[in-house]
C-alpha cells in the first residue's frame, strides 16, 4: 500500500491528534474507559444512534455521490442502489429488530438440573475496531458499524486510503454525530492500520483480501480477540446445459461489470456447457453493449461504467489481460485500456490456458475469463481445485444439478439463477468459508458477531438436589448417575 498522510484534524469540540501509535493508544484507553457507560445503553439510545446515521446519510447523500465519482467514477445511480440504499437499509433493519436482538433467549433444562432455568443473553464485546476496504467504502464500512452500535459497543473505524474523498465524508459526518468515546473514524495509510493492530480489541470486524486478513488473524491472536473476516476468492458462476442461456448471460455481465468488477462477489469466471458456450458468448457480449455501448469510445465515455480506484489496482489487472492474451486467451470482447485514466474495458475471454494467472488469482476487475464444461462433475472438480469461494452462482433447470452443486462444493453463499442478490437480504447471513473469511454479516447476524453470548443458570428450588452426587460417592450416588446415564 502507498504510504499517506497520517495527519488527522479533529474538528468542533474533538480533540485534535495525528494518527500514531501513542494518540492511537489514547483513543482506545478513552473508548475503553468509557465502555461502561456505552454497554449499558438502551434499545432505544442504540435506535437513536443508528437513526443519526440514517439521518446523516440523508443530508449528505450528494456529498456521498460526488466523492464515489471523485474515488473511482461510480455513477450516482450505482453510488445510490450499491452504497447508499445498502446502508440504510441496513440501517432500518436494525432499528426495527435490535429489540429483538438484544432480548435474552430462554434454554431448555436436561432432567438432572431440575429447578434450574437458563437463559443467553448477548452482551457488546467492547471496543472494537473496523478495518473496512476501498470498494464500497460507505457499504462496508457504515454497514458493520451500524451492527457494532445496535450490538452496544464502542467503535474505531479505520477506512481505506485508497478512497480518501469517501473516508472524508465519513470522518465528517461521524465527527458530528458522535462523541469520539463511542465512535471514531481514524484516516490513515498502512501504519495506521498496524498501529491500531497492536491494540488489545476486543474484536475486529475486517473486510479485504485474504492475504491482509492473515495478518489481521495473527495480529489479533496477540491479544486473543476475536476476528470476523470477510474477505473473497475466486467465485465461479455456472451456466448448465438446461439454463436460460440469455438470462444468465444478462445477470452474469451486470454482476461482473458492477463497480467495474470491484466486488468482493462479482462472478470471478464463468464455467458453461459445451453446448452452450458459443450462444453464452454471443448474448454477453450483447449485454455489454446494451449495459455500456456498442463501440469502445461509447464505453469509454459511458457515465455508468466506473474506473478501477488507483493505478497499482489497475497495472495488477492489466498485468493478469496481458499475461492471458500472450498466454492464448481469445479476447470476445473488450480488451483496451487506458492507463491514464485508469479504465479497462469490459472484456470477455475464452480459450484461456489453465496456467494463466487469470485462473489461479482473484481478477477483481472488469474481466470474465469463459470456460466450457462437458459434464458437471468436471465443472465441480474445477471448483474444488481452488480455496473456498465467497460467492457461487449456478444457472440451471435441473433440481439434480443444484442439489449436486449444494452437497458437493463450498461457498461463502450461493446464489441459483441470480448473482449478488443474497448480499442483499438482511434476513440471512453473508460472510465466507474458510479462505474466503470467518463469521457472518447483515442484521442479527452481524449483531452477533458484536456480542458475547453469556449463559446464565438460575437455581430457583430444589437447591440441595445437587448434593446427592457430591463425594463422597455412595450407594445413593452410584445408582443416581447409572440412572442418568441410562437415558442418555
Known amino acids: 500500500m502507498p504510504v499517506s498522510s497520517a495527519s488527522l484534524e479533529r474538528s468542533g469540540t474533538n480533540q485534535s491528534f495525528s494518527a500514531d501509535p501513542k494518540r492511537l493508544k489514547n483513543l482506545f484507553q478513552r473508548q475503553k474507559e468509557h465502555h461502561l457507560t456505552v454497554r449499558q445503553s438502551t434499545a432505544a439510545e442504540r435506535k437513536a444512534k443508528i437513526q443519526r446515521i440514517r439521518d446523516g446519510i440523508r443530508a449528505r447523500r450528494q456529498d456521498i455521490r460526488d466523492a464515489l465519482y471523485a474515488d473511482f467514477q461510480k455513477a450516482p445511480e450505482e453510488a445510490d442502489l450499491t452504497e447508499v440504499k445498502a446502508v440504510m437499509d441496513e440501517a432500518s433493519f436494525a432499528i426495527k429488530h435490535i429489540d429483538s436482538w438484544m432480548a435474552s433467549e430462554s434454554a431448555s433444562t436436561p432432567p438432572l438440573l431440575m429447578g434450574t432455568s437458563s437463559e443467553i443473553r448477548y452482551e457488546p464485546k467492547g471496543v472494537v475496531l473496523i478495518i473496512s476496504p476501498w470498494n464500497y467504502p ?21 477506512p481505506s486510503e485508497y478512497t480518501p474523498h469517501s473516508s472524508r465524508v465519513m470522518r465528517e459526518m461521524i465527527e458530528e454525530l458522535f462523541d469520539e468515546r463511542e465512535v471514531a473514524l481514524v484516516e490513515g ?19 479485504g483480501s485474504p492475504e491482509v486478513g492473515k495478518i489481521v488473524m495473527r495480529a489479533a491472536a496477540e ?27 444478462a445477470k452474469i455481465a451486470w454482476g461482473k461489470f458492477t463497480n467495474t468488477g470491484q466486488t468482493c462477489i462479482a462472478p470471478d469466471y464463468a464455467l458453461v456447457h459445451e453446448s452452450r458456450h ?91 475469463p469463459v470456460v466450457p464444461f462437458s459434464d458437471l462433475n468436471s465443472a465441480i472438480d474445477r471448483i474444488n481445485e481452488k480455496p473456498n469461494p465467497l460467492a457461487l452462482y449456478l444457472f440451471t433447470r435441473d433440481e439434480a444439478a443444484e442439489h449436486s452443486i449444494l452437497s458437493r462444493t463450498h461457498a461463502g453463499g450461493t446464489c441459483i439463477n441470480e448473482v449478488l442478490l443474497h448480499y ?25 458477531e458484536f456480542s458475547h453470548a453469556r449463559s446464565v443458570l438460575r437455581r430457583s428450588y430444589g437447591s440441595k438436589l445437587m448434593r446427592y452426587i457430591y463425594p463422597p460417592y455412595g450407594s445413593l450416588s452410584r445408582r443416581m448417575i447409572d440412572a442418568a446415564l441410562k437415558y442418555l
Open 189 to 207: 495509510a498502512v501504519e495506521t492500520s498496524q498501529a491500531l493492530l497492536d491494540l488489545p480489541f476486543d474484536h475486529i470486524y475486517f473486510t
Open 278 to 368: 458459443d450462444a453464452f458468448l454471443k448474448r454477453i457480449t450483447h449485454y455489454i453493449s446494451e449495459y455500456y455501448g456498442q463501440t469502445d469510445e461509447q464505453r469509454r465515455t459511458t457515465p455508468d461504467y466506473a474506473r478501477l480506484v488507483n493505478e497499482k489496482h489497475f497495472s495488477r489487472v492489466q498485468s493478469l489481460l496481458t499475461d492471458a492474451v500472450q498466454s492464448g486467451a481469445t479476447v470476445i470482447t473488450g480488451g483496451q485500456t487506458d492507463a491514464d485514466a485508469q479504465y479497462i474495458a469490459p472484456t470477455v475471454l475464452s480459450d484461456i490456458p489453465s496456467e494463466s494467472r487469470i485462473m489461479d488469482e482473484e481478477i477483481f476487475g472488469p474481466i470474465l
Open 223 to 249: 491479544h486473543l480477540s476475536s476476528v470476523t473476516l470477510e474477505l473473497g476468492g475466486k467465485s465461479p458462476a455456472i451456466v448448465d446445459a438446461t439454463a436460460d442461456v440469455d438470462d444468465a448471460a
Open 138 to 158: 460507505f457499504n462496508l464500512t457504515l454497514g458493520p458499524l451500524i451492527a457494532a452500535i445496535a450490538a452496544g459497543n464502542s467503535v474505531i473505524v479505520k
Open 424 to 448: 442483499m437480504n438482511p434476513h440471512i447471513p453473508f460472510g465466507g468459508n474458510g479462505h474466503s473469511g470467518i463469521g457472518m454479516g447483515h442484521g442479527k447476524y452481524a449483531f452477533r
